[in-house]
């Protein structure tokens, strides 16, 4: 099995969402494909919404965590590796989020994502969440480079 962004980028994460180092989180695995980022998630019964479908926060958290290895994954081939001891060069600035139906809580899911603006300040990347061909959910996102402050 091929590995994916996360576990090549930033293995060492905590993160609830993406990190492979947390084995109690949902260990998002995120790969790149052409000039788009795509994964695939199975929703546990524990992230259902109260009504059968799967909860708007794990959507947020699925649709920050994928765009995190397409904005990686760019600062990456532009050589802006993390800078101190951060494990990541940018961080979540901004995640714009607009649901769009319900999204199912016992079938997979697709995640898509593309970067939208690239420099080396700041990354924006357009991001989606869909099942069935539909679009259940989007997020714009935006990543701006960690500095470690004085």
Sequence with gaps: MALSLQETLYPELNCFGCGQANA???RLRSFAEGERYVAEFLPWP???NGTGF???GIIGTLLDCHSAAAVVDTAYQHGWRPLGDALLPYLTAGLDVRYRRPAPLHEPVTLGAEVTAVAEGEITAHVWLEHDGKVRAEADALWKRW???P
Aim: net charge positive.
């Design 46 to 48: 524990e992230h259902d």
């Design 24 to 26: 109690k989180g949902l």
């Design 147 to 149: 500095r470690p402050r």
């Design 54 to 56: 799967l909860n708007g």
